[in-house]
């Protein structure tokens, strides 16, 4: 983790780093590797490290071990070396969280058409907000999204949009993840509106020192309301409101 608190990069630009024993030639432990790997690689690396047969692993692991990257430097110094890993086209990751009103996903790919390596951000379904598109061998800082200005784009920056994102929906459906994930937090939520009592959750919801009790002290009663709205709702992926009242203005 670099320290940016971009919200993508919380679960997609952290870095490895592997140190072996005294034993381990030094060269390999000043090895630095551009490949692009997930955080699902880490599992087999470990089990690979630790000695533990193949027959005694879970079958289906997704990822795979990253040791061959570790120990094998050949073709290393542009960062392709010869490997299972370095054969894997790109790299996916996502994210779900209580602090962000929608999941996002993303991909990482490095593009034959020029050689450098693209960063493309997806949020909830794809449809409530543009997407996010770097270019992270030129802007390694993530400074420019070159899918901002959707008048603006290049016929180069439209390809990459339309190939990224029919690779990152080869893996994973997103939009119904989504979903899933807005259904999923609305019934929770009612569970535990259950355990809590039905006269005494909204005291607890607002309980002093809890991080959101400053702003919902702004308004508590349009506070509560947007929560009952959007517990009376049928469950849907929504973007972050712009507004600070409730109900909003029209």
Same mark, same amino acid.
């Given at each position: 983790?670099?320290?940016?608190?971009?919200?993508?990069?919380?679960?997609?630009?952290?870095?490895?780093?592997?140190?072996?024993?005294?034993?381990?030639?030094?060269?390999?432990?000043?090895?630095?590797?551009?490949?692009?790997?997930?955080?699902?690689?880490?599992?087999?690396?470990?089990?690979?490290?630790?000695?533990?047969?193949?027959?005694?692993?879970?079958?289906?692991?997704? +990822?795979?071990?990253?040791? %061959?990257? *570790? #120990?094998?430097?050949?073709?290393?110094? !542009?960062?392709?070396? @010869?490997? =299972?890993? $370095?054969?894997?086209?790109?790299?996916?990751?996502?994210?779900?969280?209580?602090?962000?009103?929608?999941?996002?996903?993303?991909?990482?790919?490095?593009?034959?058409?020029?050689?450098?390596?693209?960063?493309?951000?997806?949020?909830?379904? +794809?449809?409530?907000?543009? %997407?996010? *598109? #770097?270019?992270?061998?030129?802007?390694? !800082?993530?400074?420019? @999204?070159? =899918?901002? $200005?959707?008048?603006?784009?290049?016929?180069?920056?439209?390809?990459?949009?339309?190939?990224?994102?029919?690779?990152?929906?080869?893996?994973?459906?997103?939009?119904?993840?989504a979903q899933d994930v807005a259904?999923?937090?609305?019934?929770?939520?009612?569970?535990?509106?259950?355990?809590?009592?039905?006269?005494?959750?909204?005291?607890?919801?607002?309980?002093?020192?809890?991080?959101?009790?400053?702003?919902?002290?702004?308004?508590?009663?349009?506070?509560?309301?947007?929560?009952?709205?959007?517990?009376?709702?049928?469950?849907?992926?929504?973007?972050?409101?712009?507004?600070?009242?409730?109900?909003?203005?029209?």
């Amino acid at each position: 983790w670099d320290g940016r608190e971009h919200i993508q990069h919380k679960g997609g630009n952290s870095r490895f780093i592997h140190c072996g024993d005294a034993s381990d030639d030094a060269r390999r432990c000043s090895n630095v590797i551009t490949t692009p790997t997930q955080l699902i690689d880490l599992f087999p690396t470990m089990m690979d490290l630790a000695g533990v047969p193949h027959k005694e692993r879970p079958a289906g692991l997704d +990822g795979h071990s990253l040791v %061959p990257l *570790l #120990f094998d430097s050949s073709g290393s110094s !542009d960062g392709q070396p @010869n490997t =299972a890993v $370095a054969t894997r086209h790109f790299v996916v990751s996502q994210f779900h969280g209580c602090n962000i009103a929608m999941s996002w996903f993303l991909i990482v790919q490095t593009m034959p058409e020029d050689g450098c390596t693209y960063k493309l951000i997806q949020w909830g379904s +794809g449809r409530e907000v543009p %997407p996010m *598109l #770097f270019n992270l061998t030129a802007d390694r !800082d993530e400074f420019h @999204n070159l =899918a901002w $200005a959707t008048q603006q784009r290049t016929v180069l920056v439209n390809d990459l949009l339309y190939k990224l994102d029919a690779n990152l929906r080869s893996v994973v459906d997103y939009g119904q993840v989504a979903q899933d994930v807005a259904e999923y937090g609305q019934a929770m939520f009612r569970w535990w509106i259950s355990q809590q009592g039905p006269n005494t959750w909204w005291a607890q919801l607002n309980a002093s020192g809890l991080r959101w009790d400053k702003s919902w002290n702004r308004d508590p009663d349009g506070a509560l309301a947007a929560v009952g709205e959007w517990l009376n709702s049928p469950a849907k992926v929504q973007p972050c409101r712009s507004e600070m009242v409730w109900p909003a203005p029209h």
